[in-house]
Every structure is written in structure tokens, then in C-alpha cells.
Nanobody, 123 residues
Framework: VQLQASGGGLVQPGGSLRLSCAAPGNIFRVADMSWYRQGPGNQRELVASITRGGSENYADSVKGRFTISRDNAKNTVYLQMNSLKPEDTDVYYC??????????????????WGQGTLVTVSS
């Protein structure tokens, strides 16, 4: 399963970008969706997530600047990034997580990743 991420590019500090990630419908409908980022030599870190029900969560470093949203009709998750800073420069990855349950008991998670899109914030 491949998630298709897009929207990265070069932007000046203070500027905005919107990332998009499309997923197959059978996955998207039941998955919590997230954006991660990773720089050279760094661990992949969670930027923002949104549950199937629309509950959002953000890393402290992006709160108030980034907004995650999902369009269930288009099977697409977005990351609106405003007031970008040079330290936001990274490769951004979208992630889908689908949980399997047996009754009410959690069995396992299925995790899918997009190919990454580069965001560069520089003057």
C-alpha cells in the first residue's frame, strides 16, 4: 500500500505550504492519519495527527502554526503549514495507522507510509 504525498518545496521564512497525502479508500476510512518529519541523522518525529473521528494532536514546536485536516470524500489528509521557520526544513512523511481488534481487544496495528516530500525553508 502506497500513500502519495505531495506539496513540498522551497519557501521563505514566514511563508506557507500545504502538504497533501492521498490514501486508498479502504485504508483511509478506518485509519488515523499523521504527518512525521525527519532530517539527516535525526529520528523521525511526529508533527501532527488526526483520528478517524477528527481529533487532532500536534507537536509543541508546531502548535499554532500548523493545521492537520482530512477530507474523507477525497481520502486525503492535509498539513497546512504557516509561519514557517528554517528549523521546519525536513522531509515530511504521511502515515496511516489502522488498528485491528478482536471484539474489544486490540490485536495489532497496520502502519503505512508515504514516500516523503521535502520542505525547505530558506531565504
Amino acid at each position: 500500500v502506497q500513500l502519495q504525498a505531495s506539496g513540498g518545496g522551497l519557501v521563505q521564512p514566514g511563508g506557507s505550504l500545504r502538504l497533501s497525502c492521498a490514501a486508498p479508500g479502504n485504508i483511509f476510512r478506518v485509519a488515523d492519519m499523521s504527518w512525521y518529519r525527519q532530517g539527516p541523522g535525526n529520528q523521525r518525529e511526529l508533527v501532527a495527527s488526526i483520528t478517524r473521528g477528527g481529533s487532532e494532536n500536534y507537536a509543541d514546536s508546531v502548535k499554532g502554526r500548523f493545521t492537520i485536516s482530512r477530507d474523507n470524500a477525497k481520502n486525503t489528509v492535509y498539513l497546512q503549514m504557516n509561519s514557517l521557520k528554517p528549523e521546519d526544513t525536513d522531509v515530511y512523511y504521511c502515515n496511516a495507522k489502522r488498528s485491528e481488534y478482536s471484539g474489544f481487544k486490540w490485536v495489532r496495528d497496520y502502519v503505512y507510509w508515504g514516500q516523503g516530500t521535502l520542505v525547505t525553508v530558506s531565504s
